[in-house]
């Protein structure tokens, strides 16, 4: 987690923080409940619950029925919570009848061969869990992914932007506004312990159309007709 997916005020003689981007805010022991965040800090999710990493391998099989193999890439060194999207990953693909690769690198010398290794053999796709560190390695993510012409489906539009196939999840700059207003509501004396922590309030799917031309992939036209944006 960085420290700038968090917004730091000085009330009087304490600090209040409000996170605009964190994924199991309990689990993570930054807040008690949802309901009532105890302490110092509230704030604001980009994921609706786990399950989501569901609707991700939904999507994937969608765009690329024959994967049978899906490996989820994520560093244990910036991704603590990497259980929290694990398991329901693990979960999902069962209905799905695909096998599970949990695909933890820990250095950019490791993407290579991590993303090589699932495109090996045939049916491969990836998913990229949300984590800073595959984040700040986007470009060569997605070059590396499409390169290997590896499926793959990303947790944020920018992923899709510089060629990534598919990303699902909420606009960040959207949470960040939400959390100007409970800064705002702070700094006017209400507690960050009686602010409950929110949910996202919608979602978006992009389509690097390219990307899946490249790949010899035809996207099915009801996913270009869910998609918020279609990269040509």
Not at 27 to 54: D, I, K, Q, R, Y
Not at 99 to 111: G, Y
Not at 162 to 180: C, K
Request: charged share 20%; proline share 7%; with cysteine.
């Amino acid at each position: 987690m960085k420290r700038r997916d968090f917004i730091t005020l000085l009330v009087g003689a304490a600090a209040a923080l409000v996170f605009a981007l964190v994924a199991d805010p309990i689990g993570s022991g930054f807040v008690a409940s949802l309901a009532h965040p105890g302490g110092n800090v509230t704030g604001f999710t980009f994921t609706t619950e786990p399950a989501m990493a569901g609707k991700w391998v939904e999507l994937l099989k969608e765009i690329a029925p024959r994967v049978a193999r899906i490996a989820m890439l994520f560093n244990p060194a910036t991704a603590a919570y990497a259980e929290f999207w694990l398991n329901p990953f693990k979960t999902a693909a069962t209905s799905f009848a695909v096998e599970t690769i949990p695909s933890p690198v820990r250095d950019r010398s490791e993407l290579q061969s991590a993303i090589a290794a699932q495109a090996r053999e045939p049916n491969g796709g990836l998913i990229v869990m949300p984590d800073s560190f595959m984040d700040a390695n986007r470009v060569e993510i997605t070059s590396l992914a499409a390169r290997c012409r590896l499926p793959a489906v990303y947790p944020f539009r920018f992923f899709a932007e510089v060629g990534g196939l598919l990303s699902y999840g909420i606009d960040r700059s959207v949470n960040f506004r939400r959390a100007a207003t409970y800064v705002d509501r702070i700094l006017k004396g209400e507690k960050p312990a009686e602010l409950p922590v929110q949910a996202p309030i919608e979602f978006e799917l992009v389509v690097n159309l390219k990307t899946a031309k490249a790949m010899g992939l035809d996207v099915p036209l009801h996913l270009q007709q869910l998609a918020n944006e279609i990269i040509e």
